[in-house]
């Protein structure tokens, strides 16, 4: 019903730049919240950066100043700007969406892309 599709990622210099993009795909239902998480070997998900519907973001502060969020409502992709990206960025990115509940204006499930690592190296 929800396919959550990513796409970019890989093998980068400390210093340099990625592009990540992700797209849900629904006739359904409503995508809420979109962004991404990453995860390390040893750690629990945690958040990168977040863009609701409305615009507003939120940021990890490690990220902050360096990553950039944006989004295409109409195509339900999200877009994840990565500059000056450093060794400690090194993880599994996982797009995230939220999506509405049928007969609910509150409730949303959320969704996951598939995972795409990318490798800093100094």
């Known amino acids: 019903q929800v396919r959550v599709e990513q796409s970019g990622g890989g093998l980068v210099q400390a210093g340099g730049s990625l592009r990540l993009s992700c797209t849900a795909s629904t006739s359904t239902f409503k995508i809420n919240t979109m962004g991404w998480y990453r995860q390390t070997p040893g750690n629990r998900r945690e958040l990168v950066a977040l863009?609701?519907?409305?615009?507003?973001?939120n940021f990890t502060d490690s990220v902050k100043g360096r990553f950039t969020i944006s989004r295409d409502d109409a195509k339900n992709t999200v877009y994840l700007q990565m500059d000056e990206l450093k060794p400690e960025d090194t993880a599994i990115y996982y797009c995230?969406?939220?999506?509405?509940?049928?007969?609910?204006?509150?409730?949303?499930?959320?969704?996951w892309g598939q995972g795409a690592q990318i490798t800093v190296y100094s």
């Open positions: 995230y969406a939220d999506r509405s509940v049928p007969g609910s204006s509150r409730c949303t499930i959320d969704e």
């Open positions: 863009i609701a519907s409305g615009g507003s973001t």
